[in-house]
């Protein structure tokens, strides 16, 4: 009887470790199939996203180089901003220029008088008078008067500031031979004297010329 144990128990334990290997070796096959199941179904999308970040890292590079680019184009637009720049300043200091040369520039007014001989007035925009000339006998020499006047306005040492015989500033406009070019009007100060003397230097310049 208790051989027949013996021998019950050894057959059991015989089938149960044939079972528990049996079961090992189906776990381990399952494994593998799994295994080669999800190598098939990934590997496609890990290749694809391989093959994605691969673009997008060419596509980065691409964008670099284009911003690289852009900067370069920038840089020269900066350059070209800054000469343009500079070349608009030089033109707006031409501009004030030539305002400064062009404010209040009058013009000479060349009339006959009575006696036939020619004068003319050094007049500003508004008509006022701020030289007048002695009287020539021929347009050319009235003409060559003004081209005088345009020649010595610009000296403060061509005026010859004098007084009325009623006490009156005036000045006179003198060539480089000291003969008189213009007189002025009368002034009730020696400042308003100075002004017109001013005056004439700003409008003697003028190259405007009109016969009445």
């Not at 050894?10 to 190598?39: C, D, M, P, Q, R």
């Not at 050094?122 to 003409?143: R, V, W």
């Amino acid at each position: 009887m208790t051989q027949l144990f013996v021998q019950l128990a050894a057959s059991v334990t015989g089938n149960v470790i044939t079972i528990v290997a049996l079961e090992i070796v189906a776990a381990a096959i399952g494994f593998i199939i799994a295994w080669f199941y999800a190598k098939a179904i990934n590997t496609p999308i890990i290749k694809g996203l391989e093959a994605d970040k691969a673009a997008l890292n060419n596509q980065i590079a691409r964008l670099k180089d284009d911003f690289s680019n852009l900067n370069k184009k920038v840089n020269k637009l900066d350059e070209s901003i800054g000469k343009l720049e500079s070349e608009i300043a030089e033109k707006d200091k031409k501009i004030k220029v030539l305002s400064i040369e062009t404010i209040d520039v009058g013009r000479f007014v060349i009339s006959k008088a009575k006696n036939d001989e020619i004068y003319f007035n050094l007049k500003a925009p508004n008509g006022h008078i701020y030289l007048t000339s002695q009287m020539y006998s021929s347009e050319s020499a009235c003409f060559n008067g003004i081209e005088s006047v345009r020649t010595n306005c610009s000296d403060d040492g061509k005026y010859e500031r004098k007084e009325s015989v009623n006490n009156k500033p005036y000045f006179v406009l003198k060539a480089a031979n000291g003969q008189i070019i213009g007189n002025s009007e009368m002034y009730e100060t020696e400042a308003a004297m100075e002004n017109g003397i001013e005056s004439v230097k700003r409008n003697g310049i003028s190259k405007t010329i009109v016969e009445e």
